[in-house]
């Protein structure tokens, strides 16, 4: 098995720490996008949308998609279960999960290639669509941060591929100088848990 990654890349990060919680291993290429690795016709080949991750089976089977690529994991390595262990939970796990890709995940991605320099002219940025998103965004971390109250993770008592999704935009977001408002006590002190796994550097 092999993993196509982009080190800084946040989709990547999901599944880094994703197979870090399940201590899985593999060999792993880092694609440098910013000299067009990823426009290649050797990787085009694999993924002919150019994004990453790709993991690579050893016969050659090519699954893209970070949550395709989670998925697969979990179906040979159930434990920890990321995903969810009953029908319910999966549910649970499947919702919270589309909700913080949809309300943190693609705003977040949306201020990063509006607003950070490291697009400025790789791009046409949008800066009043960009401003948009980042009040957006900040909208979504006072919603989040009410619905968590008095719980530890995102999609209920575990840790699951809903905190890693969040864990993973967050860390975007603070690079885009748009870190969780300190009044947000409830966003914080999960960020700060989830910042301290082990897994949280992969």
Known sequence: MKLYNLKAGMNPRRVRIFMAEKGLHCETVDIDMEAGENRRPEFL???PLGTLPVLELDDGTIIAESMAICRYLEELHPEPALLGRTALERAQ??????????????????VFLHTHPFWDGRITQYG????SCRDHLLKRFTWLDGEIAGRDFIAGSSYSVADITVQCALIVAKACKLPVPPELGNLTAWFARVSSRPTARA
């Open 93 to 110: 796990v499947e919702m919270w999960n589309r909700r913080m890709e949809l309300e943190i995940l693609v705003p977040t991605t949306s």
């Open 45 to 47: 080949a694999k993924n």
């Open 128 to 131: 009043d669509y960009g401003q």
